[in-house]
């Protein structure tokens, strides 16, 4: 938990979140020690948080000690890309309605009206 | 601490300056008076002669747009006259511009992407970035430090700080001309693991890495009851004062109440250690369903420091 992001990579989820097709608006959430954005969709999809996590591995501890504004239908960012999160997390982000995971499966749940039901297709 | 594997030139020739030429001096005086005046000057040019030297090589304090860590970790490392004291001294202020390096490649070199869900041009347009942002300015500060240090440096090691020292020009060229190929010059491993192995053979010995170890096995893991748990990073490398010190826990808990309960201790022992230590306590917890991750972990870090 925190704010230990390298610019570059606050500045590139902006850049990607304005490539999308579905991003209609977004938008820094004022929050101490936590990077947060309130991301507006197009086509009807309802409005999402995503919170940026500086972890390196998101675990458990990670997961029940996130900002008290993220709800069901919030998508939770491993913002590094070396960052990793086990399936334990995922799992059980996933049961309580939450998107877990890189920048390449959020821009894949942002097609989706419940983005914690997006799955990353195989290669 | 000084580095016994390091041999100065200087040294040898005090030592013959010391052990030879006073003594051959008292024999000259003994069986010629006659050559004292000779004896005499011969001894103070070839005294004067040191005095140059040591004179010639002295350090000048350098300016290198160090970093807030850089800078303060640069402190413990100076002589009086602001120069780096020693070998080790240079590998300490060469580590954590190092480490940065590093950390810039795992999180944004295309490699580092390669086992993750993310896009290749989130890798690309950031690599692209960071080349000039993070490793071509650290780059440029290694190098002045080379090549302002060289004397420093042992015999036997000169010829890895030459690699860097390629690498290093080869890697501003391409930085200059993208389609420069700098693969005949790739960074040179060696360099790096030798001042990695320098700096933790010095941190065995620094007293903070002990008086860290105490406050937490005696303080504060017991609060958590935790199964397992390892110092990694930055701290097992020396002195390091502005870094965070990294610490990895299994703890026992199974439910998110549990879990919040350690959450909530864990955040106070962070606020303790700060005030104790005057730097940050950064934990990465695995609970007790995470087993299986925790110990992948730690195969995967290669130098840990256990608690418990």
């Known amino acids: ?123 | 601490m000084e580095n016994p594997e390091i041999a100065y030139g200087d040294k040898w020739f005090q030592r013959i300056l010391t052990y030879a030429g006073l003594p051959a001096g008292i024999l000259f005086l003994i069986f010629n008076l006659n050559y004292l005046a000779l004896i005499c000057f011969l001894w103070l040019v070839s005294a004067g002669g040191y005095v140059f030297i040591k004179w010639s090589r002295r350090q000048v304090p350098i300016d290198l747009n160090l970093t807030q860590e850089q800078a303060e970790h640069g402190k413990e490392t100076r002589s009086a006259d602001g120069g780096i004291k020693d070998f080790v001294a240079l590998a300490r202020i060469l580590w954590p511009i190092l480490n940065e390096n590093k950390r810039a490649f795992r999180d944004f070199s295309p490699r580092s992407g390669a086992n993750s869900a993310a896009p290749i041009d989130w890798d690309l347009g950031l690599w692209e970035r960071a080349k000039k942002e993070i490793l071509g300015e650290n780059n440029r500060k290694i190098a002045e430090l080379i090549n302002d240090n060289y004397n420093l440096v042992p015999n036997e090691f000169r010829a890895i700080f030459d690699k860097e020292k390629s690498h290093i020009f080869a890697f501003e060229k391409h930085l200059d001309d993208p389609r420069f190929d700098y693969s005949d010059h790739q960074f040179p491993q060696d360099f790096a693991s030798l001042i990695d192995t320098t700096c933790v053979e010095i941190a065995k010995d620094a007293p903070i890495l002990e008086g860290i170890i105490g406050w937490l096995t005696k303080e504060s893991l017991a609060q958590v009851a935790a199964n397992d748990s390892f110092l990694m990073g930055s701290i097992l490398r020396g002195e390091f004062t502005d870094s965070d010190v990294d610490l990895v826990l299994l703890v026992p808990d199974t439910t998110p109440e549990e879990i919040r309960s350690t959450a909530k201790k864990l955040d106070a022992i962070k606020k303790a250690f700060e005030k104790e230590f005057d730097r940050r306590l950064h934990i990465l917890v695995f609970s007790e369903p995470e087993t299986d991750s925790f110990y992948s972990f730690r195969e995967s870090v290669d130098l840990i420091k256990q608690l418990i």
């Open chain 1, 1 to 123: 938990m925190g704010k230990d992001i390298h610019y570059s990579l606050i500045s590139f989820f902006e850049e990607r979140m304005n490539g999308h097709d579905k991003v209609e608006a977004y938008s820094r959430i004022d929050v101490a020690d936590e990077i947060l954005y309130e991301i507006d969709r197009s086509a009807g999809l309802p409005t999402l948080t995503v919170h940026l996590s500086d972890a390196y591995i998101y675990t458990l501890n990670e997961y029940y000690s996130k900002p008290d504004i993220l709800k069901k239908g919030d998508f939770i960012l491993v913002t590094k890309p070396e960052a990793s999160y086990n399936s334990v997390a995922d799992n059980v982000a996933r049961s309580e309605g939450i998107g877990l995971g890189p920048i390449g499966k959020l821009m894949g749940a942002l097609n989706k009206r419940d983005v914690s039901t997006y799955v990353v297709p195989e290669k």
